[in-house]
């Protein structure tokens, strides 16, 4: 059986969402399957969030910027949204995914020198990957199916 694919969604798949990709597959690659797409992709991925992912020892130097259209007719297990545009623009995917909400700061809108940017960067980073390691942490198999739904959602507000 293959592992529950888990879609990061944000709107320019440029920052936040490839990193939450490649954090969640450096962290649990081996229970799940982490996939980033945008409701307006950029076309491109953040050189920062390339080279904040470096400094953490994941390379997404091959990643690209997707469309979510890629992904409506897959079949997915969960759908984070990472900022709140993509919260609002979620299309609805068939199989009933347990959908929650992670809302980060975009750190592409950051103003200031390269090196209060690449703070702004490794600061988000941190948060994804606190977030990752919470949901990796839910007991799914104790949990009833709205348990867990839920506990999901709730990483959304640490």
């Not at 962290?27 to 996939?35: E, I, M, P, Q, V």
């Not at 992912?53 to 759908?79: A, T």
């Not at 975009?106 to 103003?111: L, Q, T, V």
Request: aromatic share 8%.
């Amino acid at each position: 059986m293959s592992n529950p694919n888990i879609l990061f969604l944000c709107t320019g798949n440029s920052c936040r969402s490839q990193m939450a990709e490649g954090i969640l597959n450096k962290l649990a690659g081996d229970r799940f399957t982490a996939l980033s797409a945008g409701s307006i992709p950029a076309g491109y991925v953040h050189p920062m969030a390339i080279e904040t992912m470096r400094e953490m020892g994941i390379d997404i130097s091959q990643n690209r910027s997707k469309s979510l259209d890629v992904y409506l007719g897959e079949p997915l297990s969960f759908i984070v949204t990472v900022c709140d545009d993509a919260k609002e623009a979620c299309p609805v995917f068939p199989g009933k995914p347990i959908t929650a909400h992670w809302g980060f700061e975009d750190p592409a809108k950051f103003e200031g020198t390269d090196e209060e940017k690449r703070r702004i960067f490794r600061k988000i980073a941190g948060e994804i990957e606190r977030r990752i390691q919470l949901f990796l942490a839910l007991p799914e198999a104790t949990l009833s199916e709205m348990e867990y739904h839920q506990a999901v959602k709730d990483i959304g507000s640490k």
